[in-house]
């Protein structure tokens, strides 16, 4: 069994800063690639940022140079530090993993509960 906890959201006003962090646990062999999701009211879900196991960073054209996705390899941990926020950056932010367990099977895609994120004044 795989978990995915977020962590870290909340209402800030724009211009703001929040951290979000995402706790893989369970019986995890590889994390394969960890991301972050994140979805509005009335809107599809969209990738904000992302890494894979080659260390490529990607992000969304909407948050370069504002957000900062980091990971902690040894604590299984990924952290979003989203600066300079926006309202149109409301959203429900969930935590996606690929994830190889210990049991053999083939990788598969694990998400967290998600965490609001509000920007507002």
């Known amino acids: 069994q795989v978990q995915l906890v977020e962590s870290g959201g909340g209402l800030v006003q724009p211009g703001g800063s929040l951290r979000l962090s995402c706790v893989a646990s369970?019986?995890?062999?590889?994390?394969?690639?960890m991301g972050w999701y994140r979805q509005a009211p009335g809107k599809q879900r969209e990738l904000v940022a992302g890494?894979?196991?080659?260390?490529?960073?990607n992000y969304a054209d909407s948050v370069k140079g504002r957000f900062t996705f980091y990971r902690d390899n040894a604590a299984n941990t990924v952290y979003l530090q989203m600066n300079s926020l926006k309202p149109e950056d409301t959203a429900v932010y969930y935590c996606?993993?690929?994830?190889?367990?210990?049991?053999?099977?083939?990788?598969?895609?694990?998400w967290g509960q998600g965490t609001q994120v509000t920007v507002s004044s």
């Open positions: 369970g019986s995890i062999f590889r994390i394969n690639a």
């Open positions: 996606n993993a690929l994830i190889t367990d210990r049991f053999g099977y083939p990788p598969r895609g694990y």
């Open positions: 890494i894979t196991s080659g260390s490529s960073t």
